[in-house]
């Protein structure tokens, strides 16, 4: 018996998808043993450049040609429209689906992995998390006996490259980002991956499985990287940090924490040392303890490793006579579980100030004031800036905190900031260290 697969969207992964189907399909069936036939593969340019030469044979211009023909459907088109439509399409035609789309899962994956659910078939989506690192496989497979207390990662390739740039080789924001798009590790518009939607997506998925709840992604709290300062890298560094854009989620006392944002690690963290464009994700069970994943996440070749993955799995169950559904991430806890917005960090905190007497008793004063204890301070008075009232020189002071709540925080700023102390914006990063 074969397994007829059909691949909707031939880009960059989708190229990479065909190829790997193709140029390793005799290892494939031996491996699993039966054969696995690449049916049709759907794209509305067929003239653009590829890496890889689509046989003409199995080239269309018209999805549906792709469902008809197929047992499990690939859609690698990308956006929330148009695959929705495709995905939606295969599950009512009982049709197996396999997608890398991290942004209509996060986003709207609810309603399709109901859907999968009620009719018996299965949503494949290894790819959408990590490129080709095994970490929805860890979490469905691996982990399954264990309660997650927590999800650490690395999750975007882009933001990591450019805050590797700016630790080791001292750049600002704007120039490790200008570097990142020459070498291409940045896309035209790097939005998505700078301003933290790309981590947020992914850590959405994770979570939802985690925690089998699917949590609304509006809700997630997000922060990307385009306001860091050289600065605040280069006193982190001091401190004995390392500045990263952390995808967390965590869950405790019934309340989980889903959230994307600068982040301090103490250097000597094993994700603090995850570098350049790598990707890296730390799981912590309640029997396994904390177990990581690291590789590439990204690109045409890892994403496509992924992909075939789950259409192995899938085939695997099909062969077998069955549809073989699975658990899907969502409604599968009985407890209620609530996202959590008033989070408990530690909390990096640098001020713009005169430097004269007076300044730290006040802004002492208004952290104890909200419940904010201090676990240290640092003062760079080499560094001077000219700011506002007539171009008064100032300098960094930094304040490192024991844990505390957000909205504490955030009330403390507000007041800092009021005071005649203070010039500027204060800066919040959040830091993640178990000592404390």
Known sequence: ??????????????????????????????RIGFPIEVSKVADLDWERER?????????TTDYREVIE??????????????????????????????????????????EIFLKARGKGLRVGFEASVGGGIPVIKALREGLIGNRIKNIYGILNGTTNYILTRMFEEGLDFEQALKEASEKGYAEADPSLDIDGWDAAHKINILASIAFGRYFEFGKVHVEGIRNIDSLDVELGRE??????????????????????????LHTEEPLAKVSSVYNAVMIEGDFVGKTMYYGRGAGSLPTASAVVSDIIDIARGIVAGGKNPEPMPVDWESEKITLKKNFYSRYYLRFDVPDKPGVLA?????LADNNISIASVLQKEMVCRLAGRENEPVVPLVILTHKAYELDVQ??????????????????????????
Do not use: Q, W
């Open 239 to 264: 401190l004995g940090y390392t500045l990263k854009l952390l995808a967390i989620a965590k869950k405790l006392d019934g309340e989980v924490e889903v959230r994307v944002h600068p982040t301090f």
């Open 69 to 110: 023909n197929s047992e499990v459907v690939v859609e690698l088109v990308g956006g929330t429209g148009f695959a929705k439509k495709v995905i939606l399409e295969a599950l009512d035609k009982d049709k197996h689906v396999v997608t890398a789309n991290k942004h209509l899962l996060a986003e709207e994956g609810e």
């Open 362 to 366: 006040t802004i002492s004063r208004i």
């Open 51 to 59: 890496e890889f030469e689509v046989p003409h044979a199995l080239r």
């Open 1 to 30: 018996m074969k397994v007829r697969v059909g691949v909707i969207g031939c880009g960059t992964v989708g190229t990479g998808t065909v190829k790997l189907l193709l140029e390793n399909r005799d290892v494939l069936e031996k």
């Open 411 to 436: 009330k403390a700023l507000k007041e800092i900031k009021d005071t005649p102390v203070v010039v500027g914006e204060p800066v919040l990063i959040r830091v993640e260290e178990e000592a404390y």
